[in-house]
């Protein structure tokens, strides 16, 4: 059981293909997707597989002790164990002390903002009533990222849009002058029209609270439901990708083929779970004394300037570039909230 949850947000600096393989639609690799929805999703095995990668990579081959942890934290690996003797022997010298699971978790990284070519202010990111409200319930887990509540506890006045207020065509936005033109907004060759009674202001704000990122007080764009699911369905981009023969110069037969992508600025949000070591070894166990080790210990492998990383394919070609930003609020205790 997962006693700690973390949120951290997920911003595209590069276009970036987490695939569900191949389709049955006019897109040849698609991108993950939520079932029931249709909006974007990273699964939790991509995410998580990156991660470790990430902390794998940037651990010096002489930090047998780091290594030890990378392992207790993401689970063990025996492949990657075998590569250092030392790492080895310290789960191989009881076969028990190799079967134990992770003490990290991630969520699915959900879909937050959404970048989308604007007439005026060159984008503005984009997101729905929904995605407001799964980001609400996800982050409910602690009590310093409610959107009731500002830094002394008092409830603040945050309008929340619901989809009934928000109908199909029009929107509602966080500051007129950097996304309006008159009385609409016009996105890719859409016009919405904005509801002024609607106000985002408070969401914005916390938005930014939460992200680090400034510039979504100015570009904060709220749709409908329906007309968020259509833009993240049909405004990803979509490459088409050859394969040239190196004898004739032309395009290999049979190799043509299109890959869907997250556009770059595109932003999205994950728990991480954290819990205590699982393993019986107390010597294993004694490395992280509790949850609150774990979960520090994910953090720091992002500090210190070290918050950018690559998810999903095409690495080679300088695909899924992200940072990775923390909620700076201090996470509360999740199955104390529960009860």
């Not at 990156?50 to 689970?75: M, N, Q, T, Y």
């Not at 190799?255 to 107390?282: C, V």
Request: charge should be negative; proline fraction near 3%; aromatic fraction near 8%.
């Amino acid at each position: 059981m997962f006693k700690l949850a973390k949120p951290f947000f997920i911003t595209c600096e590069t276009p970036l293909h987490a695939g569900s393989g191949n389709d049955l639609g006019i897109i040849d690799l698609p991108i993950q997707r939520e079932r029931h929805t249709d909006f974007p999703k990273i699964e939790g095995s991509s995410l998580k597989g990156s991660i470790r990668e990430a902390f794998e990579e940037r651990c010096p081959d002489s930090d047998v002790e780091k290594k030890v942890k990378i392992h207790l934290a993401f689970g063990y690996d025996e492949d990657e164990a075998k590569k250092d003797e030392k790492v080895k022997n310290v789960f191989e010298k009881d076969t028990d002390n190799k079967s134990f699971a992770g003490a990290l978790g991630f969520t699915d990284a959900r879909i937050l903002l959404f970048p989308v070519k604007s007439m005026k202010g060159v984008f503005a990111w984009i997101t729905c009533p929904k995605v407001l409200e799964n980001l609400k319930k996800d982050l409910s887990h602690g009590k310093d990222v409610d959107f009731k509540s500002n830094k002394d506890g008092k409830d603040i006045p945050t309008p929340f849009p619901s989809n009934d207020q928000l109908t199909e065509g029009h929107c509602a936005v966080a500051n007129k002058g950097h996304v309006a033109i008159k009385e609409n907004v016009v996105l890719e060759e859409y016009a919405f029209e904005m509801q002024e009674d609607i106000d985002i202001s408070q969401i914005a704000k916390k938005l930014v609270e939460l992200t680090g990122n400034k510039v979504i007080s100015d570009k904060l764009v709220v749709l409908s439901d329906d007309d968020f699911r259509d833009f993240v369905t049909l405004s990803t981009e979509v490459i088409t990708r050859t394969k040239i023969d190196n004898e004739t110069g032309t395009v290999k037969s049979g190799n043509l083929f299109t890959e869907e992508y997250l556009p770059s600025e595109t932003i999205m949000y994950s728990l991480a779970l954290a819990t205590t070591i699982f393993n019986k070894d107390a010597s294993l166990r004694n490395r992280f004394t509790d949850e609150n080790k774990v979960m520090d210990f994910f953090k720091d492998g992002f500090a210190d300037g070290k918050d950018v990383m690559q998810i999903g394919g095409n690495a080679t070609i300088g695909k899924g570039i992200v940072t990775i930003k923390f909620c700076e609020k201090e996470e509360n205790n999740v199955e104390s909230e529960r009860n």
